[in-house]
């Protein structure tokens, strides 16, 4: 028998599938207020086993199912969420706090009758950890003072915690960018499936430059 190498990708099958018109970036957290039927019981079961499932962007179709609306077609690339709390303020409806864990690349997918999405996925290996260089310095300044004003203003549960090595991690603050500007859910999505943390951080870089957002390093 051959060993398979110490690097290959972690396959996951029937991994249960949540898509959002939103895109989640590894790191990020992700606030769900579940109430359909098809997610009520996935959720609680996963928080429950300590395993995650997956969020994926709607390419079409809607998060809440409308008789007439177009049928819902999943991004290929999605990332794994781990419930780290859970709450039940009344019967039909959970609230639930999520991180974002690794990357995945859908192989194969299917709708099961009652209409939860499973699918066999491969995935993504982690950013490597890439220092900020000092040319995108300023883009990191930014981001501390950004995240800050949002826990002042929305509790420290809805906000990433900016520490200091954290913001030398180029992966790190170009995914919290990514969440904060206003970009289209296509661009949003492409951002997230690059493989080249610092290329993300260059990309967001140039955004904060054209609308001012950054100070000078």
């Given at each position: 028998?051959?060993?398979?190498?110490?690097?290959?990708?972690?396959?996951?099958?029937?991994?249960?599938?949540?898509?959002?018109?939103?895109?989640?970036?590894?790191?990020?957290?992700?606030?769900?207020?579940?109430?359909?039927?098809?997610?009520?019981?996935?959720?609680?079961?996963?928080?429950?086993?300590g395993a995650?499932?997956?969020?994926?962007?709607?390419?079409?179709?809607?998060?809440?199912?409308?008789?007439?609306?177009?049928?819902?077609?999943?991004?290929?690339?999605?990332?794994?969420?781990?419930?780290?709390?859970?709450?039940?303020?009344?019967?039909?409806?959970?609230?639930?706090?999520?991180?974002?864990?690794?990357?995945?690349?859908?192989?194969?997918?299917?709708?099961?009758?009652?209409?939860?999405?499973?699918?066999?996925?491969?995935?993504?290996?982690?950013?490597?950890?890439?220092?900020?260089?000092?040319?995108?310095?300023?883009?990191?300044?930014?981001?501390?003072?950004?995240?800050?004003?949002?826990?002042?203003?929305?509790?420290?549960?809805?906000?990433?915690?900016?520490?200091?090595?954290?913001?030398?991690?180029?992966?790190?603050?170009?995914?919290?960018w990514c969440?904060?500007?206003?970009?289209?859910?296509?661009?949003?999505?492409?951002?997230?499936?690059?493989?080249?943390?610092?290329?993300?951080?260059?990309?967001?870089?140039?955004?904060?430059?054209?609308?001012?957002?950054?100070?000078?390093?």
């Amino acid at each position: 028998m051959i060993a398979k190498p110490m690097h290959a990708p972690l396959s996951l099958t029937s991994l249960p599938l949540f898509p959002l018109e939103a895109v989640l970036y590894p790191g990020g957290l992700l606030a769900l207020r579940v109430f359909e039927v098809r997610y009520l019981t996935m959720v609680r079961k996963c928080h429950e086993a300590g395993a995650p499932f997956g969020v994926v962007c709607l390419q079409s179709g809607t998060e809440v199912r409308r008789a007439g609306a177009r049928p819902e077609q999943l991004c290929s690339v999605g990332t794994l969420a781990r419930v780290e709390s859970l709450q039940s303020p009344q019967a039909g409806l959970l609230l639930a706090r999520c991180v974002g864990g690794a990357r995945f690349r859908i192989q194969r997918h299917s709708l099961l009758a009652h209409g939860l999405w499973v699918a066999d996925v491969e995935q993504i290996p982690d950013d490597l950890p890439t220092p900020v260089p000092e040319h995108l310095a300023a883009t990191a300044l930014a981001l501390a003072p950004v995240l800050a004003t949002l826990r002042e203003r929305h509790g420290a549960d809805a906000v990433s915690t900016a520490t200091p090595e954290l913001l030398h991690d180029s992966g790190w603050v170009a995914n919290r960018w990514c969440e904060l500007l206003p970009m289209p859910l296509p661009l949003k999505q492409q951002m997230m499936e690059l493989d080249n943390p610092l290329v993300r951080l260059e990309l967001v870089g140039d955004m904060l430059d054209r609308t001012g957002i950054a100070p000078e390093a």
